[in-house]
């Protein structure tokens, strides 16, 4: 996981030059070397994802045969052997159950805190502020006793979860999830927020809206622009989890796919293509989100640079 | 209906949304995140074995933590390798990610292609990564050995996996911190870089005079992530060999001691509460950095 980071205005005075810097663009033109090294560095950056991507689609008996700098051998058998082998099917289906409610449970709670804190001013909301910025910081591993003996103890109703505790429970897991990634998403929501003209909430007051009717027909649809890039990046930190989803879950049964790669591995020969396979099929789903919405992806990891 | 008492005006039931609003996310972050902060520092200081009730736990006072510091084999190379793991993020990592930044912020064809290749790994998850790795450095498959004919076990050989480790992540780490250089070199004044121009300042006292100072608390900020991201290091080594023979970090030690079948609740949670207090004094830094901006 990527710590996730709000980045603070760099300096007062130079906010007001963005636009323009976004125009001139940067120190000058960059001389020929600079390309050319440029080049090579992204290439040598790109290399193992199109190594991995290669070897994926080549047979082991022609690669143990003809060693791996070599040409040819092409099959499509490791896909299939993978998708049965780590029950991709099955696999997928509890990331996407982790994933989805997560990520929507993450922005709706992020969006109350982010409201309530940049539309009333208390005394306490700075603190309340740093108190969620600072839980999604603390390193999970350190926190894992007292969760997992806090879900041991948690009875569920089995319809619910057939573990009959939170512990090994898809809920759990969305739990956890929500709670440390709301941090993050409250600090940024809460800094668009206040970007937001008051006057409008004042004429909402006028016309008699509800704080409900404030924040759902006005705030949300405002916040449009950060939740897009919020939702992208929440769908790919949640979905690439891995630590929270190896201690918490114990049957394979409901690991999601990062956790269930382990199972292309034997436990006395490994076939390097069939992990391959394995990989490509898991990095999949972020790659494709990556290409669709790459400026939300972007624009997600340094929110807060530019206050939205 | 009521007279218009200004911005703040809220009704008996919009008092209660407002409180839920703000209630419910706090509730559990609370009983998720700090609940059991504050619970590993307190089970840190007894001898709790995770079976019978926790009210039968005996206090211990410091003995976990002397135990930990002095009996305990893989708790130094641990901290050994979370230092090392510091120490590369910051000094390979962080400075490649700037410069390849300082290189992209201008202005050419491509740009957007190269970064991309720069970033791309950050979208994948660091146990992944691990995964793609290993085709590089498999002792018998690997495309290193391969290459070299060498039979060298690079996940596997204790002299070498940590730095095989830490090549991978920083082959992720480095498209981050390029990321959040970008951002921040785009806060730079273009009047300040022109009017060093014409004053005839070259290419490096323009950086270093200029934009570096500017960079300032971007810098902070990576140096928070850099810590932070190495004590939570954690999926790439447990991916490669769940953190022995070589790849001991603090992180893995926790979960072994909890997870395995010696539970020993005391003394893991001795260890989780070296981590928090590490990460608590950068937490701390990072917090006067963004709050500060609000507070004025």
Redo the contacts between chains.
Sequence with gaps: ???P???????E???Q??K???V???????SRA??I???V???V??F??L??VM?SFRDYAY??KH???SFGGFTLENYKNAWERADFSHTLMNSLKITVPAVLLTLF??C??A???SR??WRFN?A????????N??????????????FRQIPMPTWLSDSGTLLNSHWGLI??N???Q??FC??VLSNYMKTLP?EL??SA??D?A???RQ?FGLTLPLCRPPLAALATLET?WI?????WA??LLQQGDKFPV??S??NLRGEFF?D?NL??A??VL??LP??I??FLL?KQ??SG??L???KG | ?AR?KG?????G??RI??AL??V???L??V???????I??VL?SFTNWN?IGSIGDAKFLGLKNYHDVTTIYPPFWPAVRHNLIWLAVTFLVATPLGMF?A?????????SR??Q?????????????VG??????Y?RD???IN??TGSTIDWYGDPKYNLWAALVAAC?RQ???IM??Y??????????L?EAA?VDGAN?RT??FKI?FP??A??NI?VL??SV??S??A??LV??INKGRNGLEL??TL??QN??GEASR?GF??AL??I??LI??V??AI??R???????R
């Design positions: 996981m990527t710590t980071i709000a980045v603070p205005e760099v300096a005075e130079s906010a030059q963005l323009v810097s976004k001139a663009t940067g120190s000058g033109k960059a600079t390309q090294f440029l080049a560095m992204a290439l950056w790109f193992p994802i190594y991995a070897n690669t143990a060693g791996y700098v709670l992020s109350c805190v409201f309530v804190v009333f001013s700075l309340l502020l740093g108190l969620f910025t600072a839980a910081l603390l390193p999970p591993q350190a926190l894992l006793i007292p969760v997992y003996r806090m739990l956890v929500v709670a440390f709301t941090g409250s600090f008051r909430y004042e007051v006028v008699g509800s704080v409900t924040f790919t979905y690439n989890e891995f630590f190896t201690v990062t956790s790669l382990n490994t390097n992990v391959a394995g990989s898991v990095a972020t790659l989100i990556f790459q992806f972007v990891l340094t807060g640079a530019t | 209906m218009y911005i703040n005006q809220i009704s039931v919009d949304v407002v609003m703000i419910v996310p706090t559990l972050m009983w998720l995140v700090w609940l059991p902060a619970g590993s089970l995770g390849l300082v290189l992209l912020d201008k202005e050419m064809r491509g292609i190269y991309t290749s720069f970033y791309l790994p950050v979208v994948l998850s660091l146990a992944l995964f793609i790795w290993q085709l590089m498999s498959q690997g495309l391969g290459l082959w480095t498209g981050y990321l959040l970008l951002a921040g070199l785009k806060g730079v004044d273009v009047s870089r121009k290419e323009t950086f934009v500017v960079l608390p971007i900020i928070v992530v932070i991201e004590l939570r954690f999926d447990w991916v603090i992180a926790v979960t909890i997870v609740i893991g949670s989780a509460t981590m928090l990460s608590s950068f937490i990072y917090l950095i963004v709050m500060r901006e609000d507070q």
